[in-house]
């Protein structure tokens, strides 16, 4: 198994940028693959992006292709997501997932998460 701590969420302006951090314990964070998912007050927890576990290969909602971007660290094992052009509707609280296959993006398909970090847009 592997333990997932998020970080990085806070408060940021509309249209500004913000990025988030997930820190990973266990052995064998190398052989997985990693996604954010997201769920704000009152809604489904949504997929937002994902990364296969060398890199190579990644996915995105249509929501924020384009304005996202995941990455990984495998030596420091950690996964990141920067984001950019923020606005109103991306405020929720991000989770940190692993262990589920890339290109299914129900939050079923994932068995390992992290805590969540809050993330609030202002106008």
């Known amino acids: 198994q592997v333990q997932l701590v998020e970080s990085g969420g806070g408060l940021v302006q509309a249209g500004g940028s913000l990025g988030l951090s997930c820190a990973a314990s266990?052995?064998?964070?190398?052989?997985?693959?990693m996604a954010w998912f997201r769920q704000a007050p009152g809604k489904e927890r949504d997929f937002v992006a994902s990364?296969?576990?060398?890199?190579?290969?990644?996915y995105y909602a249509d929501s924020v292709k384009a304005r996202f971007t995941i990455s990984r660290d495998n030596a420091k094992n950690q996964v990141y997501l920067q984001m950019n052009s923020l606005s109103l509707e991306d405020t929720a609280v991000y989770y940190c997932?692993?262990?589920?296959?890339?290109?299914?993006?129900?939050?079923?398909?994932?068995?390992?998460w992290g805590q969540g970090t809050q993330v609030t847009v202002s106008s």
């Open positions: 266990g052995r064998r964070f190398s052989i997985y693959n």
């Open positions: 997932t692993a262990g589920g296959e890339i290109a299914t993006m129900k939050p079923s398909n994932w068995p390992y």
């Open positions: 990364i296969r576990y060398n890199g190579g290969t990644t």
